[in-house]
């Protein structure tokens, strides 16, 4: 064991070094860059063995990522926000060829309005991609979650994404645990593919498929996922052999017996819910909470049974589906079919919001005793979209909406708290 | 520059005529051992001048390569015909993945084998003008400034022939394709500067860039077995005819092919560091005319009151690249 106070992002590429990756692309943009950049030093002074690529965009980071994995070579490399969407077809594509790259998400804003900051609308918009997407609460399970995820990739053929949130976890300095390369060694086999470019083998990777046979190749990819529900779990317990702690699984329930109200979200907010929830208990509210840790997969059965007995869920999410609502909610209604029980949505920490404990305490408490509404938002400035409506109402030229937005809530600073 | 090493004059000196050679001196569609890397039965009409070049230059790699050759291949005509599901026509480990990525894709695997010590194995990426000049052109570029391992093999047919024969940054001034109607007064494609991409990969100084045609069998296979054997990046573009496309009899396939070079439109040249090092020269001079007419796809230029003006600026261009490239035989280089 190893204790370090290092940075999320500098843990997270000592992990990825450990798990030996072959060829790693690069490409920088905010919140992620830290993490390739400490692997490009372990690169330089000889630490790690591999192939870094510069590469000209998240597109080509991507479309490379395609070629090594498709060649035999173990890959891995991270993103953000404008990042994942630019290189949307090829995640696309990777999950559809079943090349098991890894990729670090770091959580982060979609634009307009361009915002650096995190939230989890990036990894949403491609929940549905064939990607298994795990989400990190901490530093220490973000580093653990890669190391699981190259095994976990590797044995599906699938790729993996890892999530950790942006500037919170990446850029947050703790104390973790990072392995020994023996201990990563004798978790880790080596990448054996199930397809590989070989001239002494040549194989067609890529064919086009008809309406004969996409329907299959597409319920294959449905199968692998479903694989992973029953992996995630394996792998996470060989980790805890292997490693001596929990981490990774598909979910983590928290005080949820015997709970007539649960929380649940994705990624480090779990921290702060805790600590509320903690608080509530001792007021003798009967509350729990339960981190989804693997979204996709999306352990429908696993949260069912972690939500029995419960009245009223509260999903809180760090994304929001522009008319429609929730992400996450929409998806564990799916997992309550039939059960009656009541799902409340609140969106928070959008661009990096802070969620702080007062404004969860109060959230929590309203929706325990049935104050609040079916779908909210927390800390929402309600008098800046009415002021911002009835200018449109009145003013055919209204301008950009971001700009009278800013201008109506005056300076930044005055805003922090 | 000629690399055919006996003229067969009588017949022309472009049709295989192979027989009559010493079988040291055929070239490497003329053996018995070829790979037909692209093999048979495949879906490409009939007259496809991509399916030819595809076939003349992955032959002549796997041969100079000994058969330790991986391509990557850009969505288009090419990977779409070769790869019916649950067919393939490639007899060499073959990925496709995406329209536009063909080139970093081939990054991708360069990277793999480099780390895994297998230099022997060779790469290439492959793709259309489409997917190379428009869709394609920030990974080749990327590619070509990295200075990437690959050879990178264009088909140029001068637009996006797989989606119906639209027009691409590859079409040439005046070709009438299904979206140049709605473009400018005429029919025909405008005169822009168009875009001239082996000579924007001169630009990026890479250390091989070369243009060969269908019609010239020992010229392409030569610069295909050169290009493979340098480290770093490499661009052959070739310009494959489209008897669909372009409206012409797929008998004459490598006929359009030899006429645009001998017009000077598609100047054949190679060039090593961003220097031109060697031309081929136009054996019998043509006015772009002769080309341009046996092509529907420059139809509305003739007719009965031809539009000598639009021919002549297009003359104008031939002859420009015949200054600038030297093509004339008695031009000294």
């Known amino acids: 064991m190893t204790l370090k106070q290092i940075e999320g992002s500098q843990g997270v590429a000592e992990a990825v070094a450990l798990c030996r990756p072959e060829v790693i692309c690069a490409y920088p943009i905010s919140p992620q860059t830290h993490i390739v950049e400490g692997l490009g030093e372990m690169v330089k002074v000889g630490q790690l063995r591999a192939e870094f690529l510069n590469v000209e965009s998240e597109f080509a980071a991507m479309s490379v990522a395609i070629g090594s994995s498709a060649a035999g070579a173990r890959t891995y490399t991270a993103t953000a926000s404008q990042g994942l969407l630019f290189m949307a077809e090829a995640v696309f594509n990777a999950a559809g060829l079943g090349l098991p790259i890894v990729m670090t998400i770091a959580n982060r804003a979609i634009g307009a309005p361009i915002n650096i900051w995190n939230d989890h609308s990036d990894s949403m918009s491609l929940r549905d991609c064939g990607w298994i997407q795990l989400f990190a609460e901490t530093n220490q399970e973000a580093i653990d979650l890669h190391i699981q995820a190259f095994k976990l990739a590797e044995e599906l053929s699938v790729p993996v994404m890892v999530c950790m949130d942006g500037f919170i976890l990446t850029h947050a300095y703790e104390r973790v645990d990072v392995p020994l390369q023996e201990q990563v060694d004798a978790f880790l086999p080596s990448f054996e593919p199930r397809q590989v470019l070989d001239p002494a083998r040549p194989v067609s990777i890529g064919a086009m498929v008809g309406p004969e046979a996409y329907t299959e190749v597409r319920v294959l990819a449905h199968a692998k996922q479903i694989q992973a529900l029953t992996l995630i779990p394996e792998i996470a317990a060989q980790f805890k052999a292997h490693f001596g702690r929990d981490s990774g699984g598909l979910i983590k329930p928290y005080c949820c017996e015997g709970a007539h109200t649960v929380v649940i979200a994705l990624g480090s907010v779990l921290g702060t819910i805790k600590d509320v929830v903690d608080e509530l208990r001792t007021q003798g509210c009967a509350i729990g909470v339960l981190g989804i840790t693997s979204f996709r997969p999306f352990p429908l059965t696993e949260i069912r049974q972690a939500l029995q007995g419960c009245q009223r869920v509260l999903v809180l999410e760090k994304s929001f589906a522009v008319g429609v609502g929730g992400i996450v909610a929409t998806n564990v209604r799916m997992a309550l079919d039939g059960t009656g029980q009541k799902v409340l949505t609140v969106v928070a920490g959008l661009g990096g919001r802070a969620i702080t404990k007062s404004s969860l305490a109060a959230t929590l408490t309203a929706a325990m005793n049935d104050l609040l509404e079916p779908f909210s938002f927390m800390d929402l400035q309600q008098e800046v979209i009415d002021r911002a409506l009835g200018r449109e109402r009145q003013i055919r030229r209204s301008g950009p909406v971001a700009e009278s937005v800013l201008r109506d809530i005056g300076s930044v600073a005055s805003q922090i708290c | ?333």
């Open chain 2, 1 to 333: 520059m000629s690399h055919q090493p006996v003229k067969f004059y009588q017949t022309g000196t472009f049709t295989v005529g192979n027989r009559l050679l010493d079988e040291s001196i055929r070239s490497v569609q003329a053996t018995k051992t070829r790979s037909n890397s692209l093999n048979s039965g495949h879906r490409a009409c009939q007259g496809c001048g991509e399916a030819l070049g595809a076939r003349y230059a992955l032959d002549a790699a796997m041969d100079v390569s000994h058969h330790q050759l991986i391509a990557a291949n850009a969505t288009g005509c090419l990977e779409v015909f070769s790869t019916p599901y649950p067919e393939t026509s490639w007899q060499l480990p073959w990925i496709h993945s995406l329209f536009g990525n063909a080139a970093a894709v081939a990054t991708g695997i360069a990277a793999a084998l480099r780390i895994k010590g297998r230099s022997e194995v060779r790469v290439i990426a492959q793709g259309g003008d489409g997917g190379t000049t428009d869709i394609g052109f920030g990974c080749l570029s990327g590619m070509f400034e990295r200075n990437d391992d690959v050879l990178y093999l264009c088909y140029d047919n001068e637009a996006y022939m797989n989606t119906g024969v639209q027009r691409s940054s590859a079409t040439p001034p005046a070709v009438r394709t299904a979206t140049t109607l709605p473009v400018g007064a005429e029919p025909g494609n405008v005169f822009g500067q168009g875009k001239f991409v082996p000579t924007i990969a001169m630009a990026h100084g890479i250390p091989y860039v070369a243009t060969a045609t269908v019609a010239d069998l020992f010229d392409l296979e030569y610069k295909v077995k050169k290009a493979i054997q340098i480290r770093g990046a490499k661009y052959l573009h070739i310009f494959v005819p489209c008897p669909l496309g372009w409206g012409a009899a797929s008998s004459d396939t490598i006929k359009l092919a030899d006429m645009a070079k001998e017009c000077g439109l598609f100047p054949v040249f190679e060039a090593e560091h961003g220097k031109v090092t060697g031309v081929s020269k136009i054996r019998k001079l043509i006015p772009v005319e002769e080309y341009l007419k046996r092509q529907r796809r420059y139809a509305h230029l003739f007719g009965k009151s031809p539009a000598t003006d639009v021919i002549s600026k297009i003359q104008a261009r031939a002859d420009e690249n015949i200054r600038m490239y030297g093509l004339l035989a008695t031009d000294v280089r």
